[in-house]
């Protein structure tokens, strides 16, 4: 073994108890987030290639000229900056894709499964990235379609897990998965070394670790911005028309109009009304049971005898209150009902004699005291 790969080894084997001391105060943090110490995490291989002498940046820009290596974990990028990348891998900067889903990555060709299981792969090719590499461990990896001029290691199911592809002065070299970067596959095989030969500066560059900044791929949209504009419009009119009908049906705006109040109809003119079209249908008899009933009505009320009151006691108590005399109180309470017009006259002319009697009583005056009926349980 020579000496670099054991310097590697030892680089790792510092990186892993550094973790397993700090880890717990940085937490784990999100899947392949290079900030998290967790299994999933890929803080580990960052630490790795600064012990190693790397300057190691964290960010969603691209590189520039001071870079000479590039990762990119996931491929979070915008269209505009992933143009960006490929500019600057023109002009000579080397590119590691980890993300086999990504649009700078090389066709699918398969998986790196074999009947459910995940074999270590050997390189079987003379890359110098592979120098000192027996084999790497990979988890849930896809294998690449050999594009034409480009060059593959790690051979699998008719693919090749690792397609490094010339673009202008530069290299991107795609990667089957971003698995084999994770603090927990870091010290499987020999990806550690796999890892430090593709990123490690030759001439003391910086490596820059790409985030990108695309909300989408980040997963920082929220729900209404990942549907359709069409969908997005229609959503907003809901609110505005249900303010256009809360305004529609609240009360009307500006100055209070001045509506005509009711007319207020007193009921015994509704009932001398009736009465009058009664008379007009040829009913004497239903006109004068009006009349009749309208003036007993009041009489009850303005006097204040009570309803069960009636005959010949309720007319002498009438008499006794309104001076009238009982012979005409008789013919416009009692008898028979009016057949005719000129006895409904005669009738109606005596219960407006009656009303106008009560109008002039004061009823706060009590009736003779041999005239008001007793109605105490002991009565016979």
Do not use: K, Y
């Amino acid at each position: 073994m020579t000496r670099r790969r054991w310097r590697i080894l030892g680089a790792v084997v510092l990186v892993v108890l550094t973790v397993v001391a700090i880890g717990p105060r940085r937490g784990d943090g999100p899947p392949l987030d290079p900030d998290s110490t967790g299994p999933a995490g890929v803080r580990g291989i960052l630490d790795v290639l600064e012990e190693v002498g790397a300057d190691v940046e964290v960010t969603d820009g691209v590189p520039t000229a001071a870079h000479e290596t590039a990762l990119v974990i996931l491929d979070q990028m915008t269209d505009m900056q992933r143009d960006g990348v490929r500019g600057w891998v023109d002009d000579g900067g080397t590119l590691v894709v980890a993300d086999p889903l990504s649009a700078l990555a090389p066709g699918l060709g398969g998986v790196t499964s074999i009947a459910f299981t995940e074999p270590t792969i050997e390189p079987a090719c003379d890359d110098p990235a592979v120098a000192d590499v027996d084999r790497v461990s990979v988890a849930d990896g896809i294998v690449f379609t050999l594009p034409a001029g480009a060059s593959g290691c790690f051979p699998r199911n008719d693919g090749h897990w690792m397609v490094t592809e010339q673009v202008g002065r530069g290299h991107i070299v795609s990667l089957g998965g971003p698995f084999t970067l994770t603090n927990d596959l870091l010290d499987a095989a020999d990806n550690a070394v796999l890892l430090v030969n593709l990123l490690q500066p030759v001439d003391g560059g910086a490596v820059r670790v790409i985030r990108g900044d695309d909300p989408a791929a980040r997963g920082e949209d929220g729900l209404l911005d990942v549907l359709p504009e069409q969908v997005q419009v229609a959503l907003l009119q809901i609110p505005l028309l249900w303010l256009a009908v809360l305004w529609w049906r609240a009360p009307r705006h500006g100055r209070p109009v001045w509506e005509d109040p009711p007319i207020r109809v007193d009921a015994s003119e509704t009932t001398v009304s009736t009465g009058h079209l009664l008379q007009r249908a040829g009913r004497a008899g239903d006109a004068g049971a009006v009349l009749r009933q309208q003036a007993l009505v009041e009489l009850h009320s303005r006097l204040g005898i009570p309803e069960d009151v009636h005959g010949e006691e309720l007319i002498v108590l009438v008499a006794d209150r309104t001076r009238l005399p009982a012979d005409d109180l008789r013919r416009a309470l009692g008898g028979p009902l009016p057949r005719t017009d000129d006895e409904l006259v005669d009738l109606a002319r005596r219960t407006a004699a009656l009303r106008r009697a009560l109008h002039r009583v004061d009823a706060n005056r009590p009736p003779t005291d041999d005239l008001v009926p007793n109605r105490s349980p002991d009565r016979e």
